[in-house]
């Protein structure tokens, strides 16, 4: 077994791994103890990571104890955290098995990238795999949910995912080993438990040797995976654009594609939509343009031809920024610079979108950068004088909704309109083009 472990572990790394550091994730259980002697007996460099998840009490405690006490007698460094697991959940609103995982891998990921590790390793093996894909059919999961857990994804190694728990077992009665049991794994209250305890021995039942043929299976399914994932990055490079701090899918790019609502969800999944919401985006795109849909962490925007993806933002969240003299402002996406200048004016003029020059002499400092907010009105330049809202600018430039509720004002110290940020400079803080006169050129940069 060593051996095969080894040889898996060179192909998972594609490089020799004496030459790696490795940071494995040890929660004192069977499989991980197992890990732990594999990398020993290797002599590879490695460190242990355990979590403390305080959902057994005692035991949980008494589970790290003994992590530490495996490090020790292995001579390598450990690290381990307790985690407020129970109040995670209840702050995310997910299950506990969920908040231990989300804990779990964020912990370990800072500790690999912090301490320099250029691996980390878990101890998933193969029945893992076959519980996960029970698991997944029974959710509901995609092509991605049933083709098991892979060997590898990004810095995270899974070395022991083709070896059965069986294969794991008989390596630990040959080494003498000795690992601490979780209670919990003999009840059925857990999904995964009753997979294990109750489905899969009925089906050994049904069909003796069934994991073999799952095993063709997992094959069958992972290549039809990557099959699926190449496809679409060629649909994504078509369809799918960056623009600054935005993601703009161009859905009538996906038009006439036999499966379009599904590649729509392919394409906002990773921002954190649920099929149902990939559904309910795809049937309104057609409908009146400003329909929202909220993930965690995004929001999107269905808009005439797009759908636009933007981190979600308080809509016109009050601030102001305060500028009292020439430098440059940080804005909640992005700054302002101020400079003064005097004499000869510039042979070329900004066109008043991101920057303008503002007659020095009219304005009163301190001036405030902030949100515009209904009943805001400026007299464009351009205009002869005629005074028009920052609504109604905003509408007439057929922006997008997230657009709009960005826009911001340049206030004078008296409270008159400077310069709608991105759009129209007000008509009286203009330069006259033939006199010589000290002027302040302002910009914004947009920071993606």
């Known amino acids: 077994m060593l051996e095969r472990f080894q040889k898996a572990l060179i192909g998972l790394t594609g490089e020799d791994p004496g030459r790696q550091r490795f940071l494995l994730a040890v929660s004192g259980g069977l499989d991980s103890v197992v890990l732990l002697r594999l990398f020993a007996l290797s002599g590879y460099s490695f460190a242990i990571a355990h979590g403390n998840f305080a959902l057994r009490s005692a035991e949980s405690d008494a589970d ?61 093996h193969w029945n893992d795999s076959l519980e996960t894909f029970f698991i997944n059919l029974l959710r509901g999961s995609g092509l991605r949910g049933l083709a098991g857990i892979p060997a590898r994804n990004d810095r995270i190694l899974r070395p022991l995912n083709g070896f059965t728990r069986a294969a794991l077992e008989s390596f630990y009665q040959e080494q003498g080993l000795i690992h601490r049991e979780d209670a919990s794994n003999t009840e059925t209250y857990y999904l995964r438990n009753q997979i294990r305890l109750l489905l899969l021995p009925v089906l050994r039942h049904i069909q003796p040797g069934f994991e073999r043929q799952m095993d063709h299976t997992f094959h069958a399914l992972r290549g039809a995976l990557q099959i699926y994932a190449y496809a679409l990055q060629n649909l994504r490079q078509t369809c799918v654009e960056t623009k600054d701090s935005r993601v703009l899918i161009h859905w009538p790019r996906l038009e006439g594609h036999p499966a379009a609502a599904a590649v729509c969800f392919e394409l906002l999944a990773p921002y954190g939509f649920r099929p149902e919401q990939a559904e309910s985006i795809w049937k309104g ?15 999107l ?148």
């Open 64 to 124: 790290e104890r003994f992590v530490h006490t495996l490090a020790e007698q292995s001579g390598v460094p450990v690290f381990s955290r307790r985690f407020p697991t129970r109040d995670h959940a209840r702050t995310r609103r997910i299950s506990i098995q969920m908040a231990a995982r989300e804990l779990r891998y964020e912990w370990l990921e800072t500790v690999r990238r912090e301490q320099g590790f250029d691996w980390l390793v878990t101890a998933h």
């Open 285 to 299: 795109r057609k409908g009146q343009p400003g329909q929202l849909f909220f993930a965690a962490d995004f929001q």
């Open 301 to 448: 925007l269905i808009d005439r031809e797009t759908f636009i993806l933007e981190k979600r933002i308080l809509v016109n969240s009050p601030f102001s920024v305060e500028i009292d003299q020439a430098g440059v402002y940080m804005l909640p996406e992005g700054q302002l610079s101020l400079t003064f200048a005097a004499g000869a004016l510039p042979p070329e003029w900004p066109d008043g979108g991101r920057e303008v020059l503002v007659n020095a002499e009219k304005l009163q400092f301190p001036l405030h950068c902030r949100p515009w907010a209904p009943g805001d009105f400026l007299y464009p330049l351009g205009m002869k004088g005629k005074r028009k809202k920052v609504q109604d600018i905003l509408t007439d430039s057929k922006i997008d909704r997230f657009a709009k509720d960005r826009a911001l004002v340049l206030e004078n110290g008296d409270g008159r309109i400077i310069w709608l940020i991105g759009y129209r400079l007000d008509e009286r803080f203009k330069l006259e083009k033939d006199n010589e006169q000290p002027f302040w050129r302002i910009t914004h940069s947009v920071i993606s």
